[in-house]
């Protein structure tokens, strides 16, 4: 009975979850961040394929506009790297996120690696579309 007590409390935690995917390169963090769309350094993402980078997170974040209405978000820190050894990612020909101290490469739809050999995923964080011009941005 002690065997069963304690294996249901291991199932328990293991299957506890913030909702958020698991990622074990970075350390958790807090981002709450509301960018109007209207503002002269979002102008970008009013339109589909758009992109932006804004504060929040490890490194910055940087904001995709897939189609319009549908929107990604990923910590700018370098996935695989030590957060002080390496400057932001950057996004290269508008569809890759690329860490410039390694070279290591990241797709902007889901933050997988493209690079062989990179483990590590691109932190994503949440986006809501809380008005035609205005985006959340959560990790909760």
Same mark, same amino acid.
């Given at each position: 009975?002690?065997? !069963? #007590?304690?294996?249901?409390?291991?199932?328990?935690?293991?299957?506890?979850? @913030?909702g958020?995917?698991?990622?074990?390169?970075?350390?958790?963090? $807090?981002? @709450?961040?509301?960018?109007?769309?209207?503002?002269?350094?979002? /102008?970008? !993402?009013?339109?589909?394929?758009?992109?932006?980078?804004?504060?929040?997170?490890?490194?910055?974040?940087? $904001? #995709?506009?897939?189609?319009?209405?549908?929107?990604?978000?990923?910590?700018?820190?370098c =996935?695989?790297? @030590?957060?002080?050894?390496?400057? =932001?990612?950057?996004?290269?020909?508008? /569809?890759?996120?690329?860490?410039?101290?390694? @070279?290591?490469?990241?797709?902007?739809?889901?933050?997988?690696?493209?690079? *062989?050999? *990179?483990?590590c995923?691109?932190?994503?964080?949440?986006?809501?579309? /809380?008005?035609?011009? $205005? /985006?959340?941005?959560?990790?909760f």
């Amino acid at each position: 009975m002690k065997k !069963l #007590f304690y294996l249901l409390i291991i199932i328990t935690f293991v299957n506890c979850s @913030d909702g958020e995917p698991p990622n074990s390169c970075f350390t958790p963090n $807090v981002v @709450d961040e509301t960018l109007n769309l209207d503002l002269p350094g979002f /102008i970008n !993402l009013k339109v589909p394929g758009g992109w932006s980078y804004t504060v929040g997170g490890h490194r910055g974040i940087v $904001v #995709f506009n897939l189609n319009g209405s549908q929107f990604k978000a990923f910590d700018r820190r370098c =996935p695989e790297q @030590d957060q002080s050894a390496c400057g =932001p990612m950057v996004v290269e020909n508008n /569809i890759i996120l690329k860490c410039t101290c390694d @070279d290591n490469e990241y797709n902007y739809l889901n933050g997988s690696p493209l690079t *062989a050999g *990179a483990t590590c995923f691109a932190k994503e964080y949440l986006v809501r579309v /809380i008005s035609p011009t $205005v /985006i959340r941005i959560t990790n909760f």
